[in-house]
């Protein structure tokens, strides 16, 4: 995934999130920052979120099951994942990949793992900590045989 087929998804589920809150368009409009008319816009296919708007969206609806659909668990992994493609400045603690993530390799208590439904690549820490995240499985596995050695 790229951050423009990122945007596409949360421009294609932005009527479907607000029908999920019970919001208007113009409630809607004022959580996003966003005119009325935008958001019009937006969901009669004309105008986009962009990267900022749509890291908006995910970020204050992280809750919601039309995101989680979207994305396979919470769209904050994506985002990182293309925010920062493998170089990510801390380790932050997830859930380890329970229901989301397959498994695709083990080794001293780390893991290579793939979002069953995104498709992006992430190395957790022994302790469930990302250690990066990333949609090229090259940067991935570059990290991945630096764990292995």
């Known amino acids: 995934m790229e951050r423009q087929q990122f945007i596409e998804k949360c421009n294609e589920r932005l009527k479907l999130i607000r029908a999920e809150c019970s919001f208007?368009?113009?409630?809607?409009?004022?959580v996003l920052?966003?005119?009325?008319?935008t958001i019009v816009e937006i969901e009669k296919g004309r105008t986009?979120?962009?990267?900022?708007?749509?890291?908006?969206l995910c970020t204050i609806f992280a809750n919601s099951e039309v995101l989680s659909a979207a994305f396979g668990g919470n769209p904050?992994?994506?985002?990182?994942?293309?925010a920062f493609n493998g170089d990510e400045p801390v380790r932050p603690k997830t859930m380890g990949?329970?229901?989301w993530w397959k498994n695709l390799e083990e080794h001293s208590g780390y893991k290579l793992q793939q979002n069953i439904i995104s498709k992006h690549y992430r190395v957790l820490d022994e302790n469930g900590g990302?250690?990066?995240s990333s949609f090229e499985i090259e940067k991935i596995k570059e990290k991945w045989e630096a764990i292995e050695e």
């Open 76 to 82: 904050k992994d994506a985002i990182l994942a293309l």
């Open 130 to 132: 990302r250690v990066c």
């Open 97 to 99: 990949g329970k229901v």
């Open 48 to 56: 986009t979120l962009g990267w900022a708007g749509s890291v908006a």
């Open 24 to 30: 208007s368009q113009e409630k809607m409009a004022g």
């Open 33 to 37: 920052g966003l005119s009325k008319k």
